[in-house]
Structure formats: structure tokens, C-alpha cells
């Protein structure tokens, strides 16, 4: 979040040392999937157009879709 001409930044470990949670576990590891893996996988899990799944992924560059995306969609 900005905050003057500064970027403010956050981390698990600042919210677990603010709210006094502990943060336990290892952290989420996902696997390398190719995009013409995941875009399938999307297209038959979300139930959208592939069309807009290649232009989500193109915009976001990467393997994933931003949470707007899935507003839009649920």
C-alpha cells in the first residue's frame, strides 16, 4: 500500500508479531505448471471461456488470475 512516495510492505511475519498469531507450518510450495497446463485447468474449474483465461494470464504473467477476475466471474 503507498504511502507518501513510499511503498509500505507488510509480511506474515509483521501481521503474526501486530495481531500475536502464531504462524505455524511450513509454507505453501507450489509446483512449476506450464501455462498450457494450467489454462485448461482453469477453463474446466472456473467453467469460463478460455479466450478469457489466455487474456487473464497474458495481463497477469503468469500462471494465475487476479481475484477481480474471479469477482467477475462468481
Do not use: Q
Not at 509454507?27 to 501455462?35: A, G, P, Q, T
Not at 479466450?51 to 466471474?73: I, M, N, Q, Y
Request: charged residues 25%.
Amino acid at each position: 500500500m503507498p504511502v507518501g512516495e513510499m511503498t509500505l510492505t507488510v509480511t506474515l511475519d509483521d501481521v503474526a508479531s501486530l495481531l500475536d498469531i502464531p504462524i505455524t507450518g511450513i509454507f505453501y510450495n507450489y509446483e512449476h505448471m506450464d501455462k498450457e497446463v494450467v489454462i485448461p485447468m482453469l477453463v474446466g474449474l472456473l467453467g469460463v471461456e478460455y479466450k478469457d483465461v489466455f487474456d487473464e494470464t497474458k495481463k497477469t504473467r503468469g500462471r494465475h488470475v487476479c481475484l477481480s477476475c474471479l469477482w467477475g466471474v462468481y
